[in-house]
């Protein structure tokens, strides 16, 4: 079992950044694949960045590839998604999600996930 808690979210205006985190507990992070989904008021939850199990490779979607950036901090067992240059469409709130299968592209295949934190671009 993985408890999962995002926080960092907030109100920014257009062009600045914010540092989303999520710490884990229960098991060891690195194993899993770890990602950052959002869900904006009446869309569907899209997929937002990935980090595959212990080897890290990292995957974006292409609305936020070249701003956004995901890490992990393996020892303190934590996952951060850094966000730059906010745009308004990237309000939304931000879940974190863990899960052993490695299509990370879907939510469907994650076993765990966050709470949620809201992020608030305005222009």
């Known amino acids: 079992q993985v408890q999962l808690v995002e926080s960092g979210g907030g109100l920014v205006q257009a062009g600045d950044s914010l540092r989303l985190s999520c710490a884990a507990s229960g098991r060891t992070f690195s194993s899993y694949v770890s990602g950052w989904f959002r869900q904006a008021p009446g869309k569907e939850r899209e997929f937002v960045a990935a980090v595959l199990y212990s080897g890290g490779k990292t995957f974006y979607a292409d609305s936020v590839k070249g701003r956004f950036t995901i890490s992990r901090d393996n020892a303190k067992n934590t996952l951060y998604l850094q966000m730059n240059s906010l745009k308004p469409e990237d309000t939304a709130v931000y879940y974190c999600?863990?899960?052993?299968?490695?299509?990370?592209?879907?939510?469907?295949?994650?076993?765990?996930w966050g709470q949620g934190t809201q992020v608030t671009v305005s222009s």
């Open positions: 999600a863990s899960g052993r299968d490695g299509r990370y592209y879907s939510g469907q295949y994650y076993d765990y």
